[in-house]
């Protein structure tokens, strides 16, 4: 009988340590970031996302908007990620909209981190008017993220 126990113990013990082993890190986001959205209806973005320590960041309009020297300062972004490697992303942008224009909202950014280092998944727009928490967005479509430096 004792034998059959340590066995079976062994084997237990085989098999819960395949279970709980130690997941790989996922890579760090701090860093630039090239964003590139694509809407549907074919309207293409591009941002530029710094990710900071503890979830801070700004996302910037590789576009500027035209005559428009930019804000004195980059409105704040947020992020976060978790040990499955989904990535959220969300913060106000300005958009050129046609020659003279400007479109103002909030962009909201959810993907997971790919092999090969990038970041991809679904974005959405929300006019600067909406609560992305309570409204549909105006705009949807995907995204695709890579590392532009540390």
Known sequence: MRTRLRCWVLVC????????????????LTGSWR????FSGGE???VGFEA????????????????????AETPAAVWSSDDKG?????????????????LRGTLVLKGTLQP?????GAANFFPADQAPAKTEPTKTGTFSATRTGE
């Open 116 to 120: 090969n280092g990038a970041i991809g």
């Open 86 to 102: 989904v990535v959220t992303i969300s913060g106000p942008v300005t958009f050129p909209l046609g020659n003279i224009g400007l």
């Open 52 to 71: 900071r320590a503890e979830g801070k960041g700004t996302l910037v309009p590789l576009v500027p908007a035209p005559n428009q020297a930019g804000p």
């Open 44 to 46: 293409n973005r591009a």
């Open 35 to 38: 964003v590139e959205i694509r």
């Open 13 to 28: 013990s085989l098999a819960l340590g395949g279970v709980f082993t130690a997941q790989a890190e996922l890579p760090k």
